[in-house]
Nanobody, 126 residues
Framework: QVQLVESGGGLVQAGGSLRLSCAVS????????MGWFRQAPGKEREFVAA????????YHADSVKGRFTISRDNAKNTMYLQMNSLKPEDTAVYYC???????????????????WGQGTQVTVSS
């Protein structure tokens, strides 16, 4: 069983930065593709970014490209999301997710991931 715990959320002014972390239990962290999703009130959960097993390949949603950066440290069993130039529309609960076997075509879909964290709130004030 894989357990994921997010941290790093909070309240920040527009233009500010936050770094989210996702700590993963177990010794097989490098076996999982990892992703970040977010869900704003009244909206569906949406893809933010994903990173492959070794970290060699990353994918970011168009809405965050150039502002957010996903990364991972397999030695620390931790994934990160560096968020810069935050906007009020980035306000949401951010979730990390993990899945062993996934294709590039499906890694942007939340239904492709089996394991989820509890979420961390990010609020960007204008």
């Amino acid at each position: 069983q894989v357990q994921l715990v997010e941290s790093g959320g909070g309240l920040v002014q527009a233009g500010g930065s936050l770094r989210l972390s996702c700590a993963v239990s177990g010794r097989t962290f490098s076996s999982y593709v990892m992703g970040w999703f977010r869900q704003a009130p009244g909206k569906e959960r949406e893809f933010v970014a994903a990173i492959t097993w070794s970290g060699a390949n990353t994918y970011h949603a168009d809405s965050v490209k150039g502002r957010f950066t996903i990364s991972r440290d397999n030695a620390k069993n931790t994934m990160y999301l560096q968020m810069n130039s935050l906007k009020p529309e980035d306000t949401a609960v951010y979730y990390c997710a993990a899945q062993r076997t996934i294709t590039i075509a499906t890694m942007t879909s939340f239904s492709s991931y089996a394991y989820w964290g509890q979420g961390t709130q990010v609020t960007v004030s204008s």
